[in-house]
Nanobody
Framework: QVQLVESGGGLVQAGDSLQLSCAVS????????MGWFRQAPGKEREFVAT????????TYADSVKGRFTISRDNAKNSVYLQMNSLKPEDTAVYYC???????????????????WGQGTEVTVSS
């Protein structure tokens, strides 16, 4: 059974930084696309960032480009999201997800992600 567990969320002030972690069990992630999504109160889930299975290609939503960095450590079977210069509009529950099929291309389409974590809450105060 594939499980993803996010951690690292919390309450911070605007301009602060946080690093989210996602530990995966039940699957070796080295062959799989990994991504981060978020869902703000009253809004639909949206794409944040993705990293391909090789780790050499990353894609970001325009709203976080230049502030967030996704990375992966295949030896630890984990993926991370470093969030800098946080803004109140970054307030959301953040979810990590792993691709449906191995060796798939980077994508922001949530339908291409087969397993999801339960989320970690990030609140940014102004």
């Amino acid at each position: 059974q594939v499980q993803l567990v996010e951690s690292g969320g919390g309450l911070v002030q605007a301009g602060d930084s946080l690093q989210l972690s996602c530990a995966v069990s039940g699957r070796t992630i080295s062959s799989y696309l990994m991504g981060w999504f978020r869902q703000a109160p009253g809004k639909e889930r949206e794409f944040v960032a993705t990293i391909n299975w090789r780790g050499g290609s990353t894609t970001y939503a325009d709203s976080v480009k230049g502030r967030f960095t996704i990375s992966r450590d295949n030896a630890k079977n984990s993926v991370y999201l470093q969030m800098n210069s946080l803004k109140p509009e970054d307030t959301a529950v953040y979810y990590c997800a792993t691709g449906v099929r191995p060796f798939s291309k980077s994508t922001s389409d949530p339908a291409q992600y087969g397993y999801w974590g339960q989320g970690t809450e990030v609140t940014v105060s102004s």
